[in-house]
């Protein structure tokens, strides 16, 4: 070992830093930037000063300094990560892809598609619902170009409601496992519907609340539970409740706490904005994208089984209830379950003005983070044991236990997973446009 930079007779640290990072005590440098090398995530550190030079195109000096300085910008004890600098280092498997993408076109019955989901078939058929600008519920043979009205939607426009972060009210569809019932929800509003399809009625109204709703998707999923499925739906900002989509039957009856700010929070009293929820394939997970004051994403899990079974209370204080990290004005995000124990969150970093794209890979029984690695961006899909990315330029494929990219569909920018017909799917141009998911060539 050697007198590094800091003065520190050690190990240096993974990362080099400008001269005025060398003292992390004293360098009272306020925002950084990582400059990544290429290497997958390794970066090397600089101030914002010496940033400014370096887009100016002067050399800045990188020193080495010892592991324990290192450590301190990486723990945010000095200074804050304020962005992301060059591109990280991507790592290739290549495996064979069959990128051929079956384009069918939409029929004349159906209007102006607001959304597609999939309809569960027993003999794996594309068979899709389709929510038009008219508010019909369609079912679409992608197979024959067979379509039937099934329903049709009443719930209110929302059109006063002001855009928050860019997020007008829009409709959301939903198709339970089974392919029974359906919701149509307005995310960033507060209503919503849920529909027996085999009787083409409404089951239950949906109300969030009018507290904060344009700040997230309206709170909704399916969930298979003890042989059927249940509908889990936000009634308040703080407070989601589950009910029988057949009947409309409320299954966690509990009273919600309140109180006044400035008075002890009484027991079982949750200060969490319910966001999106994403249900486990086996449903005995769910994974909630919604955030505190002052904001902050706090993507959360925990099990709908106990929730149902053992703990009415378990969604806001329950013991499998677990933070699994915490991102400054960050969420509404892309995540996606990896079977039914693992959880895939989009974006790396602690803050929206240093958001890396990439995932987060969580074991949800523990909350352990397993690992991350840069690259996948857009909409997430798990199948099997790949992970697949609907970005910009087209669908990646990614190994998420590795982190290697392993195949790509160029142009292809699927929006919809159909789990039984094994497609993943976008509309475009009123043509529904599918690609039939492969077995990888290696595990």
């Known amino acids: 070992m050697e007198t590094l930079a800091c003065g520190h007779v050690a190990y240096a640290g993974e990362s080099r830093v400008c001269a005025h990072m060398v003292n992390p005590a004293g360098s009272g440098i306020g925002g950084y930037v990582r400059l990544l090398t290429g290497r997958g995530l390794d970066a090397d550190l600089c101030c914002g000063v010496c940033d400014e030079r370096r887009q100016d195109g002067v050399a800045v000096a990188l020193v080495e300094v010892c ?25 290739e498997r290549p495996e064979d892809v069959d990128g051929t993408v079956t384009a069918t076109p939409l029929p004349d019955d159906v209007g102006v598609v607001v959304d597609i989901a999939a309809l569960a078939t027993a003999d794996g058929r594309s068979a899709w619902l389709v929510l038009d600008e008219g508010g019909h519920l369609v079912r679409f043979d992608a197979d024959t170009g067979a379509c039937e009205r099934l329903a049709a939607t009443s719930v209110p426009d929302e059109p006063d409601r002001e855009p928050w972060a860019g997020n007008a009210p829009r409709r959301r569809l939903l198709v339970a496992p089974g392919g029974r019932f359906a919701a149509v929800v307005t995310d960033f509003g507060r209503h919503g519907q849920v529909f027996d399809l ?18 997230v998707p309206l709170s909704f999923a399916f969930a298979r539970h003890g042989g059927g499925v249940v509908a889990v739906h936000r009634t308040a900002w703080n407070r989601l409740d589950v009910s029988d989509p057949a009947t409309g039957r409320p299954l966690t009856p509990r009273q919600s706490p309140s109180y006044e700010r400035g008075e002890a929070a009484p027991e079982h009293y ?5 966001g999106a929820l994403h249900a486990s394939p086996s449903g005995r997970w769910l994974a909630d994208d919604g955030w505190v004051w002052a904001p902050v994403g706090i993507p959360t899990v925990w099990d709908l089984h106990r929730w149902l079974d053992t703990n009415p209370w378990e969604s806001e204080d329950g013991p499998t209830r677990r ?5 400054d004005y960050h969420w509404n995000v892309p995540m996606c379950w990896i079977g039914d124990n693992l959880l895939a969150v989009s974006g790396i970093g602690q803050d929206d003005i240093a958001i890396l794209p990439g995932v987060r890979l969580f074991d949800v029984g523990s909350g352990v983070e397993l690992h991350h690695f840069a690259g996948p961006r857009g909409a997430l899909f798990g199948v099997g044991r790949r992970l697949y990315a609907a970005a910009p330029g087209g669908l990646e494929i990614w190994d998420p236990f590795t982190g290697e990219r392993t ?27 599918r690609w039939r998911i492969g077995a990888p060539s290696a595990a």
């Open 67 to 91: 592991e324990g300085c290192v450590d301190k910008y990486a723990d945010d004890e000095y200074g804050y990560l304020a962005g992301w600098r060059g591109e990280p280092g991507i790592a």
């Open 407 to 433: 195949g790509r569909i160029p142009g292809f920018v699927p929006a919809h997973h159909h789990p039984t017909a094994g497609e993943l799917a976008q509309v475009e141009d009123r043509t529904l446009r």
């Open 270 to 274: 949750l200060d969490y904005f319910h």
């Open 323 to 327: 933070a699994l990290c915490h991102r």
């Open 198 to 215: 085999d009787r083409g009625v409404a089951t239950l109204a949906l109300d969030g609340g009018d507290y904060r709703p344009e700040t």
